[in-house]
């Protein structure tokens, strides 16, 4: 039985309070120069409130439509271009490899044995990853999904935010990065990544890949760019919705969770991050 129309009205505007929060939040972000700023920003303000008592709420029913538009954004990644220079690219693909090693083998081990988590949630906190990539896979393998939160974002704000810093300061590059083109793709490019985000998810399903709303349309969205049938790519617009949704939903995740646990998470953390600096 569905609940009583009241009951259903308090949660909208939870919600829409939610969203207002981690626009302001994003904007924030975004004015400051700080990395990932629409989803950190977002994060970061509805995580406070809900630490603080405040009544908001995630749209978690929107969470695979959200999580598509991210996958189909990465997968547009995948460029003919981009796969013609992986010759080019061979020794740096080697280093990578073998920094992705070394930090897996002393970070995950790090979360395990200092942080005392289980081998799952250390594990997806230690590897280095994208936020919302860690989230979508640690989740379905059943991890602690806000440690691995605050292990990323963490990671992210300081890894990025001391680069920006030595570019500044040394080498008098700017800090912040370019304006995103506003351009809205044509007719045919919309419909072809609508199409790889809603059979991508389908098609997750069908073959119970991890984060089958995630890993669906980001797999046919890379299949499409790297065929050339589409160079386009979701709109700014749409990512910065979908970012705030996502920073929102991930923060109100933290409802419940006491002050304390998401200090001590932070400090190891921070602790995960100077390891990994070289």
Known sequence: MPPPAPANARHLARILAGLALGSLGGAGFAAAGLPLPWMLGALTLTMAAVLSGLPIAGPMRLRPAIVAVIGVLLGARFTPEVLGQLPQMGLSLIVLAVYLAAVAALVVPYY??????????????????????????GEARGA????????????????????????????????????????LPGWTDA??????????????????LPAPSFLGPLILSAAAHLTSLTEGAPPAPVVIAAQVALGTILGCRFQGIGAAKVLRAGVLGLGATLLTLP
């Open 191 to 208: 419909a072809l990544m609508i199409g790889c985000a809603v059979a991508g998810a389908a098609l997750g399903k069908a073959l119970r």
């Open 112 to 137: 395990r044995l200092v942080g005392r988590q289980d081998w799952i949630t250390a594990y997806f906190c230690g590897m280095p990853g994208g936020l919302s990539e860690m989230v979508e896979l």
């Open 144 to 183: 602690d999904v806000p440690a691995i939160v605050l292990a990323h974002s963490l990671r992210i704000v300081l890894t990025i935010g001391l680069m920006a810093l030595v570019f500044r300061s040394l080498m008098g590059a700017p800090a912040t990065a370019p304006p995103v083109a506003l351009a």
